[in-house]
């Protein structure tokens, strides 16, 4: 092959990669733009007011799905009817969880180069009483029952949970008194019975107890991951029961939710929903026969709520926690929902 024909064949790749590029960008753009427009076969969303308050008329809060303007927005449903007309608050969030009045909004900020994440804590009318930068991606949030506590992960590194090869950081704020832990790695650990000290050692998906010094999380270390309780004021966790991850406490306080890796499933959808009975250590699995990446929201002592993936990204289902039912979709197009009343 002649020089000439070697520039000429040079020259033909260089255009093709270029048009993959162009056409990648503008699929993405395109992608984008149908993002911002309302769909008409999405659920009705108007802006308006959205409060964090209890009151008598129970509501559900939450990350609006939906494609069109106030799609990411945190949005609102009346508990009664979650497939209704929804209340776009404007503000965005990723992860989000509400409790007593206060909210957790773990939020994006796009760079001209790369994003940038922050926690922000809001008040009941969802304006912002402090805000704090986040040392990775978003991916669990929460609130204690009277708002004294909030917790929050991020993942830095790695962006799923289902393999192996990820870190994360779990941070604990008191509200009242704006003292920040900014990871869980550095309360005491005990794993069955005896100090636990090990570089590999993560934790995430925090739920507190209503007594505002307790809380459930995972810890994962040597390959395995744990259901440990913590202790806020002796700032300790201790392991109770292995292979738990993301655990949910129940309004009651006697059982948590998870999702727990069973042997046979896929490497990528690895988890079913179970039971934990906390006075026996019984579990009973859920009658969810999807693999759920969430951490579950309890709708009342004998439901939970979870998210899976939907046409605009998530939808959210329920199930009995006592592993009778199926499961039944909650409504579409939503993440991180919140019971408020």
Known sequence: MTLRNKILVLVAALAVLAGVATASVLHAAGREDRKNRT??????VTAGKVSLTPDATRKIVFRNMAWGPHRDELATVPAADPAGPRTASGVKCLRFYAAAGT??????ERGAMQDSYRAVVLDAQLKERAHYSLPGIPTRARVSPSGHWVAWTVFVGGDSYAGTNFSTRTAVLDTRAGRLTSSLED??????????HAADTNFWGVTFAADDQH???TMATGGHTYLVRGDLAARTVTSLHANVECPSLSPDGTRVVYKKRVPGLPADAPWHLYALDLATMRETALAEP???DDQAVWQDDHTVAY????DYGSDLYTVPADGTGKPRRLLTAGLAPAYLG
């Open 290 to 292: 999807r693999s759920v």
């Open 307 to 310: 998210s899976l993936a939907g």
């Open 39 to 44: 769909q008409a076969d999405g659920p009705p």
């Open 215 to 217: 809380f459930y999380a």
């Open 187 to 196: 309360f005491k650990a005990y794993l069955d019975g005896k100090e636990h």
């Open 103 to 108: 909210g957790i909004c773990l939020q994006a």
